[in-house]
Structure formats: C-alpha cells, structure tokens
C-alpha cells in the first residue's frame, strides 16, 4: 500500500478562500464527542554501538517495522520499495526522517485507555527491538550519532524538504533528523473555544517546555541546554514554527489562522500519486496563480496545514508540540496534564490567569530561555518552576472534577503523581541526565544508552 492516499477532498477544487476558513468551522465537536490522541516519537540506537540505528540493513528499523506488522496484525505502507509505515485499525506507526519510530495513537476518551494503548505499544516495540539488539532511548535526541551518521528514510518529500531546510535555517536537518517528541492532540467545540486553547496553550509553552526538557546531550556531549530539540526548532524555519503573536489577542479568529498558514511556503503537493515540489511557494500564490496547470484543493490545504510547525498547532484539532520524548514513567503525564487543562474550563481560564498579563517580548524571552534555564528561566521575577507547580496543580485539580476512574477505582491524576514529585523537587528529566553523565555515568557513553533505553518489565520479556 502506497503511503499517500487520496481522500475525498483531493477533488474539491478551491473556490474562495472562505472555505479554507470554513475547514476549522466544519472540525468543531461537541463536548461528548472530545477525545485525546498521544504522539510518541522515540530514537532508536544500536545497542552494540550506542549509534543511530540506520533505517536499512538487517538490524535496521525497517526490520522493526516488519515484525511489528507480523506481531500487531498491522498494514503494511510502503513508499519507494520499502515500508514506511504500519496502519492499524485506530492508530498507525510512521517513521521521522531520520528514522525515529512514531506511535500515532487512537482517539481515548480517557487517560486510562491512552496508558492501554501506551503499553502494548512498547511491548510489541521492544521486543522487536530485543530481537535485533536495538534499543529505544527515553531522550528528546539521538544522544550519539552526528547528522551525517543518521539515514534519510525513504520518502519521497524529503527529497523536496531536505535541501529546502537548508536555505531557511540552520537546523533543519538536526530537526528532521536527530529529535523526538511526545504530541498531544485534542478537539475543540466552537471557534472561541479553540481560539482560547490555542491562546492558552502558547502561553503556558514555556512551562511546559521547561518541566518535560530532556534533550541536553547530542554528538556525544553536553549541548548547552536542557532542551536542545526545543532550541533547534528556534532557528529551522523561522516563518513556520516558534511562537504565534496573532493568538495572543483576545480578537483572535480561524480566519487570522488562515491568513498566517496562507503566507507559508509549501512543501509539496500529490498527484494522482506524484509528488511536486512546492518548496517556496506560499500557499496564497498557489492559491492564487495555481502550478504547472494544477489548482489548490481542498487535500493540498489539508496537507499543507501539517507542515506548519508552531508550538500549538490547528488542523481539524488542536495539538501541543513543544515536548521532549520522555522516560516512561512521565510519558502519559503530558497528555494527563493537558486533559485537565484544557478539558476543564474552570483550569482553562486559571491558566491563563497564570500567563495572560505578560508582554509579547517577556513570552518570547521566557519561550528561549526556557530551552537553556529549564525551571529555573524567570518571567516578572517568578520562576518557571513557581508557575509550573501552580499549572501542574491546576491539571490535577481539572482530573480530579472529572474523575474519570479505572478497572481500580483510580482516577486519572494517578498519571501526574510522579511529575507532581519532580515539581516538587524543582527537578526536570534533564537534570538527572546531567547528573548521572558528570557522575555514574562518567561521560561514559555506553552507559548513557544503558541508563536510558526503555526496558520491558522482567515479567514481560
């Protein structure tokens, strides 16, 4: 199966650029119907070498993919001659370019059935992995491998992407390349409803970028930062990504959404199975003149929507993208904490409450400092760490009214008891990273893979 299918928007030609506008009016649901999806991206490494594992070759990731497809029953999606992908019946596994492994989940109601999903997945993933002798690293970057060491995948927009990543930033390989992230994705009801999620979510980024960093170490040293993945996305392209300004005015509307994705340079475009190169080309030109004979459809705007990278991302849902992969036992702690914000109004306005008198230029700072200060980055003379607790404890708050509740009896703040603990000790992931590399670990990087691939339970292997 091809990787690229046409939906049935691939026909519907653009007229005006109100339906562009419409297409977020038309993703609104109703409360009962809002759900939750996680994106795990992990890095995969050589458990001999400590290296990148490469994408070929019969230790490489495409041989994860096929025992994940044998063990999970999943289809198969192939893309220039190898398989890129496995499509299952409510989520998909997909590669990054550099051969990061990505479980798109399905669409939980509850944490609980996020932590379901969660288990399996890596349950099936390591032992793939055992198999093979690759391990899976809870960090938010290869730790090791330089970008010339790491394989392009096989897919080809990167034949497109690639050298234009080059031309508008200087870290657009290192992104594509070297970083994983965890990515939250949840729905909104009306265009107030996720103006204001979108809204809140930019204001809280460096909170929620300080209290998950986890990327201090790339090219087999320290970096300089406690979130190196969230420093490169600063210069990668800097008309797609970063911060948004528009959003902060409570005057906000899907219409000034559109008009910032319609001033973006595309990517590419598909047709009737042949990708076109559309690097450069803002979406209003292409909209406008059209290319080589082909008009804007309804499916290019669909697809150019996922190639903006702000830090909160509107499609058909809103998505949080500012966090770095995690060790487990944090993982369903950023979707848990992002339900019991912005699944609570009362959480929803307080955080905001937390954030809304600050300055653009006084978000943009704490946005960049969060990403070498961590929790300890300051906005007004508080702290980030101070303005986390209070979000953190906010989300459980936000949990606890809708106690949601297991086969135990146990709601869902059971999955923020350890970052509470972590708040609490003014730590983040990368702190102890650091720790452990200037001390157990001592600059040893064959203990830096020990110290973080994700193990199965003994009971599981």
Known sequence: MSQYVEGPEAAQVVEQQSQLVDYFYQAAKPREAWRLGTEYEMVGVSRRSGRAAHYFGKRGIERILFRLADSLGWEPIEEEGHVIALKGERANISLEPGAQVELSGEQCETIHCAAQELQRHMTHLLKAGDALELDFLNLGMQPISPLEDIQWIPKTRYHFMAPYMETVGTMGHRMMKQTASIQVNFDFSTEADAMMKLRVGMGIVPMLTAMFANSPIC???????????????????????????????????????????????????????????????????????????????????????????????????????????????????????????????????????????????????????????????????????????????????????????????????????????????????????????????????????????????????
């Open 219 to 461: 090219d087999g040293s320290l970096n300089g930062y406690l979130t190196m993945r969230g420093h490169v996305w600063t210069d990668t392209d800097r008309r797609r990504s970063g911060l948004l300004p528009f959003v902060f005015s409570d005057r906000a509307s899907f219409e000034d959404y559109a008009e910032y994705a319609l001033n973006v340079p595309m990517y590419f475009i598909v047709r009737h199975g042949r990708w076109i190169d559309m690097t450069g080309i803002p979406f209003r030109q292409y909209l406008r003149e059209g290319h080589d004979g082909y008009r804007a459809t309804m499916e290019d705007w669909t697809q150019h929507l996922t190639t903006l990278f702000p830090e909160v991302r509107l499609k058909k849902y809103l998505e949080i993208r500012c966090i770095d992969q995690q060790p487990y036992e944090f993982m369903l702690a950023v979707p848990a904490l992002c339900k019991g914000i912005f699944y609570e109004n009362d959480a929803l306005w307080a955080a905001w409450d937390l954030v809304k008198k600050w300055s653009w230029e006084e978000r943009v700072t704490a946005y960049l400092d969060s990403h070498r200060q961590g929790l300890g980055a300051r906005v007004r003379g508080i702290t980030l760490l101070d303005y986390s607790k209070e979000l953190v404890a906010l989300a459980n708050a936000g949990l606890e009214r809708h106690d949601q509740c297991n086969a135990k009896g146990v709601n869902e703040t059971m999955y923020l008891d350890r970052l509470q603990e972590e708040i609490r000790r003014g730590q983040c992931p990368a702190y102890t990273i650091i720790e452990k590399w200037m001390g157990e670990w001592n600059y040893d990087t064959k203990r830096l893979i020990e110290g973080t691939a994700y193990r199965l339970p003994e009971e599981d292997r």
